[in-house]
């Protein structure tokens, strides 16, 4: 009996009872879906997160204070304010592996204009690096010079929320906005960024030279900063960067070795490998829970297929009288096994293929943050339908084999 023939053979046998066929698959349909739904999720949340990384700057590495100690309790990251504006300084003319750097003065404060008032998420004080790091660019006027920061200059640029709210169809540039009362004038508007990927507005931020925001709005005459931020050359320069910067504060902030440091060093593609390990750990998880649903399914095969034998005996023991083989009764059975579960895989895939794109579509709906990506993983679902397969495969190999070793004359005999 050749291929072709046993598979026509299979399909009418199956055809002659579609709802048991049908209900025998459930498990390998659900089974694959769900694999196939996970993945596909996993795939557009770890593909969002490196969307989002890049979005915060190329190869940007972030410098944070260390922590302190005071009245015998210990303080978290940034309690002690060890960073300087000469620290920012020193790491663009010393760290050959960096293209730019800048400090970051942060404040809290009320813009007005006019009549109109507003309380904008960010307001930092930084350089004219600061485009350079976060890889933004301007949408009109100009920004700040270093002149500007020398003089902490009262100008400003301003994000694509802060003109819409304080604005609205006025043009900005050139205007004066006050902040804690003292009068700044706006000579640039940022290129908008819309919402990161916990919704938080990017756009609702003004910028100040951080001379400015550190003598005139936070009323400091020391040189300290929030944080510094940093960009390398490339990404395959981050880690050598990262070391750079390291030996250059030890060696300011007189830390001898062994001591711990008083600063923290971070890069984006290290939170980004973090973020993608730990969804790929949990896609991974649900994946291996969902697959148990197809070994469900594959038992499922197993039992309908063994019922099938009992049912088919008399068949059976024709087909060996009119000179069908074992291999041939084997094949056949083993075939509509097969066939079952590759049945159940395809329609499980577009169930999945169907739940995924329904479930990216609801949480765009919900979030106005980033919008998900659709992606579809061909790769998970062509394992997928080749694990249903073997399941088919596995599962149905002993009942093909108990029908093939039926006695003809048994067989014949069978009611």
């Known amino acids: 009996m050749n291929a072709l023939l046993t598979l026509r053979v299979a399909l009418r046998a199956l055809g002659k009872n579609k709802m048991r066929a049908g209900l025998t698959v459930l498990g390998v349909v659900i089974g694959v879906a769900a694999v196939t739904t996970l993945v596909s999720l996993g795939q557009s949340a770890s593909t969002l997160v490196q969307r989002e990384i890049q979005g915060v700057g190329p190869n940007v590495i972030i410098i944070h204070p260390g922590s302190g100690q005071q009245g015998g309790v210990r303080g978290g990251r940034g309690s002690m304010p060890t960073l300087t504006s000469d620290d920012a300084e020193a790491l663009a ?64 640029v301003i994000g694509q929320t802060i003109v819409e709210k304080l604005f609205q169809t006025t043009n900005p540039l050139g205007q004066q906005i006050r902040i804690k009362n003292i009068p700044f004038r706006v000579i640039g508007i940022l290129q908008a960024k819309g919402a990161n990927l916990v919704g938080e507005d990017q756009d609702d931020l003004v910028l100040v030279p951080y001379t400015t925001a550190r003598s005139r709005l936070r009323g400091s005459m020391f040189n300290k900063v ?170 149905g190999y002993y009942p093909a084999r108990r029908a093939s070793r039926l006695d003809p004359i048994d067989a014949l005999r069978y009611e």
Request: aromatic content about 6%; some cysteine; hydrophobic content about 50%.
């Open 226 to 395: 929030d944080v510094i931020l940093a960009s390398a050359k490339s990404a395959t320069l981050m880690e050598q960067a990262g070391h750079e910067i390291r030996q250059l504060l030890m060696e300011r902030h007189d830390i001898r070795r062994g001591e711990p440091p008083d600063f923290e060093v971070h890069t984006t593609m290290e939170i980004a490998k973090m973020l993608s390990m730990v969804m790929g750990t949990m896609t991974a998880l649900l994946s291996a829970i969902a697959g148990i649903s197809l070994l469900v399914g594959g038992v499922g095969i197993m039992n309908i297929m063994l019922v099938s034998v009992t049912e088919r005996t008399r068949e059976i023991g024709i087909r060996m009288a009119v000179g069908a083989r074992q291999r041939d009764i084997r094949r056949q059975f083993l075939v509509e096994a097969v066939v079952l579960s590759t049945l159940g895989g395809i329609v499980g895939l577009a169930l999945g293929t169907g739940a995924s794109m329904g479930v990216t579509a609801v949480i765009n709906t919900l979030t106005t943050g980033t919008k998900w990506p659709m992606l579809v993983s061909f790769k998970a679902a062509a394992l997928a339908i080749g694990f249903a397969a073997v399941v088919g495969v596995i599962f």
């Open 93 to 156: 003319l010393e760290c050959p592996s960096l293209i730019a750097v800048s400090p970051l003065v942060g404040a809290r404060a009320q813009v007005i204009y006019g009549n109109t008032n507003w309380s904008p998420k960010d307001i930092l004080g930084v350089t004219m690096d600061f485009l350079v790091v976060r890889n933004w660019e301007l949408r009109a006027g100009g920004f700040f010079t270093e002149r500007d920061v020398s003089a902490a200059a009262k100008v400003c």
